[in-house]
C-alpha cells in the first residue's frame, strides 16, 4: 500500500509538469507556474518540477522566488548543475554577484564541460571589474562551445573594458551572426562603437536593439547619451526619459503627489504655476541642470527647487526668486504641499528649456558666491603679492567612469614650472600624499586651505573657486562649479566623455568661461597635457600684459 501511494502522487506531478511545459510553450507562464508549483506539492522530491518552476519563474521576473526554487531542487539533487547555473542567474538579477560566482563554480564542479556556467561565471567576474579572471572562464567557455553566443557576448563586454574595442566588436559581431535577434549583443556593440568614438553606429546598433524590443529602457538611456553628445538634444531629451526604468538607474526615483511639470505653456496660458524641481544623480549634475532654473522662471512659474542640502544656500542666493528646500527622504512636507502644481526631475527640464544649441543663453554665469567670503579667500591666496591664483583638480571618483577621466597630479607636474602662479588644491578627498611628492619632484606647493572642506561645505568651495583666477582641472563637480560661477577654465576630457560637453568642440554651450581639451585617442592624455600647459603659459603672459 504505500508503494500505491508514493506512485499515485508522482504520476500526477509528472502530468503537471507535461501540462505545465505546454503553456509556458503557448506563452501562458502564470498558468505554467501555477502547474509546476502543484506538481512540487504533488511531489514534493521533484526535482525537476521545482526546477522548471524556478525557470519560468525567472521568466516572469521573479528572481527571488526562482533562486528559492532552485535551492529546493539542489537540495533534492546536489549535482544538479543546470540549477546551480540558473541560481547563479538569479542572484546575479538579485544583485548577489558574489554569491551567483559560487553557485556556477558548483555547477562547473559537477559538470566541467558546462559552457553555459563557464560564459555566466565570466559574466559576473566582468561586473566585478575582474576582466583577467573573466577572460579565463569565457576562453573556457568558447573552447568547450566556439558556436555560443552569449558567452561571445560576454567576452565582447570584457575585451570593451579593456579598450579592446574591435576585438569586442568582432565578438559582438559573431554572436549576432548566430542570433540576429539577440538585443543585449545589439545594445552592447552599440555601447562598444560610442566608447571607442564612432557615434554613427553606436545609433545604429541601439536602434537595432530597440526595433527588437521598443521598452529596452538601457538601450534608450545609452541612446540618449549618444545624441546628447552629438548636439541632438531634442531626440536624445526624449530618450534621456528612459533612465527611470533601467535596472541600473542614474538616480533614486522620487514619489510625488504632482503631476509632470508638461512643460513651458502650462504657465504661459494658465497663469503662474508652482513648479518643484528636485534634483537628481550628483552634485555636479544638480550644478549643471540649475543653469535651467533663470529661464524656468522666466515661464512665469513659481519655482521650489528640493536639492542636496550642501547646495541650499548656494543656489537661495543665486536663485532668490525660488524657494529652496534640503532634498529629505521621503520627501518633506514642504515638497508634497498642495500648493505645488507640478513637480520634475531637474535633469527633465532640458527637454523643454534647451531642446537645441540656439536656446542656450547668453548667460556668463549663474551661481553668485558669498561676496566677502570670495573676496577675503582671495587676499588670503595672493597673500600681498599678484600671483596667478590656479585651482587644480585631477580626479573622478565616478564609479563607473572615473578612471577615464581622471590624471594624476603627476600628470600636472609642469604648472610646478611655469612662472608667476600660485596653485591652489580644489581636488576633494585626502590629497596629502600627492601634494608632497608633487612638491619634491617639481618644486612648487600646491597650497591646501584647511579652512575650506570641498565635499562638507559646497558654499565655502564655490567661494574658493570664484576667488581663483583659473582653474584646470578635469570633468568633475569642479569643473561644473567653476563653469557655474564663470570662473575662466581648462577642462581636459576623456576622448569620449560625458553628454554635456558633447563632441569635437572646444567650448561649452552650458560654460561659456569653460575651454575644453580633448584626447585624440582613449587613454592618451599626453597631447592635452602639451595643450594645456601651453594654454596656462599663454593665460600667464596674457595676465602679465
Known amino acids: 500500500m504505500p508503494a500505491m501511494n508514493r506512485k499515485q502522487p508522482e504520476t500526477d506531478a509528472a502530468a503537471l509538469c507535461v501540462h505545465a511545459a505546454e503553456l509556458a510553450g503557448q506563452g501562458r507562464l502564470d498558468e505554467a507556474a501555477e502547474s509546476y508549483r502543484q506538481a512540487t506539492e504533488a511531489d514534493p522530491d521533484f526535482a525537476e518540477a521545482h526546477y522548471n518552476l524556478g525557470v519560468v519563474l525567472q521568466l516572469l521576473g521573479n528572481a527571488e522566488n526562482a533562486a528559492d526554487a532552485f535551492r529546493r531542487a539542489i537540495s533534492i539533487k546536489p549535482d544538479y548543475f543546470q540549477a546551480h547555473t540558473n541560481l547563479g542567474a538569479a542572484l546575479e538579477t538579485m544583485g548577489n554577484t558574489e554569491d551567483a560566482i559560487v553557485a556556477y563554480r558548483l555547477a562547473i564542479d559537477a559538470n566541467p564541460s558546462h559552457a553555459r556556467a563557464f560564459a555566466n561565471l565570466g559574466g559576473a567576474w566582468q561586473k566585478l571589474k575582474r576582466p583577467d579572471d573573466a577572460l579565463v572562464a569565457l576562453e573556457k567557455a568558447l573552447e568547450l562551445e566556439s558556436q555560443f553566443p552569449e558567452a561571445l557576448n560576454n567576452m565582447g563586454n570584457v575585451l570593451c573594458d579593456l579598450g579592446r574595442f574591435d576585438d569586442a566588436i568582432d565578438h559582438f559581431q559573431r554572436a549576432l551572426a548566430l542570433m540576429p535577434d539577440f538585443k543585449e549583443a545589439h545594445h552592447n556593440l552599440g555601447n562598444t562603437h560610442k566608447k571607442a568614438g564612432r557615434m554613427d553606429d553606436a545609433a545604429t546598433s541601439l536602434g537595432r536593439a530597440l526595433e527588437i524590443d521598443p521598452d529596452y529602457a538601457e538601450a534608450h538611456w545609452n541612446l540618449s547619451h549618444v545624441l546628447l553628445l552629438q548636439g541632438r538634444l531634442a531626440d536624445g531629451w526624449g530618450e534621456h526619459e528612459w533612465r527611470w526604468r533601467c535596472a541600473e538607474a542614474p538616480a533614486q526615483k522620487r514619489d510625488f503627489p504632482q503631476s509632470s511639470w508638461p ?8 497663469g503662474a504655476k508652482t513648479v518643484l524641481v528636485w534634483g537628481e544623480q550628483g ?41 529652496c528646500i534640503a532634498q529629505v527622504h521621503p520627501p518633506s512636507p514642504e515638497s508634497i504641499s498642495g500648493d505645488i502644481d507640478y513637480q520634475t526631475p531637474s535633469g527633465s527640464l532640458g527637454r523643454w528649456l534647451r531642446p537645441d544649441l540656439a536656446s542656450f543663453p547668453a548667460r556668463t554665469s549663474y551661481l553668485m558666491p558669498d561676496p566677502e567670503r570670495r573676496e577675503a579667500i582671495r587676499e588670503k591666496y595672493r597673500d600681498g603679492e599678484t600671483p596667478l591664483l590656479v585651482g587644480i583638480s585631477w580626479s573622478s571618483i565616478n564609479e563607473y567612469i572615473g578612471g577615464e577621466k581622471s590624471v594624476s597630479l603627476a600628470d600636472l607636474g609642469f604648472l610646478g614650472k611655469i612662472p608667476g602662479i600660485r596653485l591652489v588644491d580644489l581636488q576633494y578627498g585626502n590629497t596629502e600624499n600627492q601634494r608632497r611628492a608633487f ?19 559646497l558654499d565655502g568651495f564655490a567661494a574658493q573657486v570664484a576667488a581663483l583666477d583659473l582653474v584646470v582641472g578635469v570633468s568633475n563637480t569642479t569643473a561644473h ?34 575651454k575644453l581639451f580633448r ?27
Open 439 to 457: 612638491e619634491e619632484t617639481t618644486g612648487a606647493a600646491v597650497n591646501h586651505d584647511n579652512d575650506i572642506d570641498q565635499m562638507a561645505d
Open 283 to 323: 552634485v555636479g549634475d544638480e550644478i549643471l541642470f540649475s543653469s535651467m532654473i533663470p529661464d524656468l522662471l522666466d515661464t512665469n512659474a513659481n519655482v521650489v527647487i528640493e536639492c542636496d542640502r550642501r547646495l541650499v544656500p548656494l543656489f537661495q542666493r543665486s536663485f532668490p526668486e525660488a524657494k
Open 481 to 514: 562649479m567653476a563653469g557655474a560661477l564663470g570662473v575662466e577654465t581648462f577642462v581636459m576630457l576623456s576622448a569620449v566623455p560625458l553628454s554635456c560637453w558633447m563632441l569635437e568642440r572646444d567650448d561649452s554651450p552650458w560654460y561659456p568661461s569653460i
Open 519 to 545: 584626447q585624440g585617442a582613449p587613454g592618451d592624455w599626453s597631447a592635452v597635457l602639451k595643450q594645456v600647459e601651453a594654454a596656462v603659459r599663454a593665460r600667464v603672459t596674457r595676465q602679465a600684459s
Open 263 to 270: 512643460g513651458p505653456n502650462a504657465n504661459k496660458d494658465a
